[in-house]
């Protein structure tokens, strides 16, 4: 399995990028998003992949983060959600909207990308309800995640950049769901106040998300 790779970019396409690994390119196909996040041609750049095998077929996806892998694969675990449906959804939300979207149970933010109708918007958050506390507060960049190694090929291939910023919150968000599972709230429904909480307040530390989610959580009179 194809984990991660990190080489030069030799062309830019539509929904794909082809990877110069030490004299091997690799075709990786993408999200809108995750290209739009991508250097130029003839940079280095450095994305995790997950590689999709069939009887006719190789293909290989990338991400710029683990929590888009990883919803990646659970999208895709859903009846009728294809790679390329995947894509679109990560590619019109991105990860960190396609946790809320699930855990508010919004399909209508789903249903805005394109080819998702309604039904199979539904399914996707029905499905994956329960899933989402798991991979929800994910952070991390693929810079983040370079090892030394990989950092001295990086500094050698092209010249030094900051390294992305995580999400404001990620942390606090994790956090939070921890506390309110130990308090014996359900995933589905600590996700969804989480995520509500974190909307609402985009830079709350983790005492004040699991105050608001209380809050949320609390039976209406």
Not at 38 to 56: Q, S
Request: hydrophobic residues 50%; negative net charge; aromatic residues 4%.
């Amino acid at each position: 399995m194809i984990g991660k790779i990190t080489g030069r970019i030799e062309y830019r396409a539509a929904d794909h990028v082809l990877i110069d690994v030490r004299g091997v390119g690799y075709l990786v196909y993408c999200s809108e998003r995750t290209l739009a996040g991508l250097p130029g041609a003839g940079e280095v750049a450095a994305v995790y992949t997950d590689l999709l095998v069939r009887e006719d077929l190789m293909q290989l996806f990338g991400f710029s983060t683990l929590a888009e892998k990883e919803w990646h694969r659970l999208l895709t675990s859903v009846q009728g959600v294809g790679a390329k449906a995947s894509l679109a959804i990560l590619g019109a939300l991105g990860p960190d909207g396609v946790s809320r979207a699930i855990a508010l149970g919004d399909w209508n933010a789903v249903k805005a990308a394109k080819g998702v109708g309604p039904k199979l918007a539904q399914r996707v958050v029905l499905d994956l309800k329960d899933k989402a506390p798991s991979v929800m507060a994910m952070g991390g960049s693929v810079a983040e995640a370079l090892g030394d190694a990989e950092a001295e090929v990086v500094e050698s291939a092209a010249p030094k950049k900051p390294r992305a910023a995580p999400a404001a919150n990620a942390n606090a968000q994790s956090e939070a769901l921890s506390a309110l599972s130990n308090l014996g709230y359900s995933p589905g429904d600590a996700a969804g106040a989480v995520a509500q909480a974190a909307a609402d307040a985009p830079e709350a530390e983790t005492p004040a998300l699991i105050r608001a989610a209380l809050k949320l959580l609390a039976p209406k009179e």
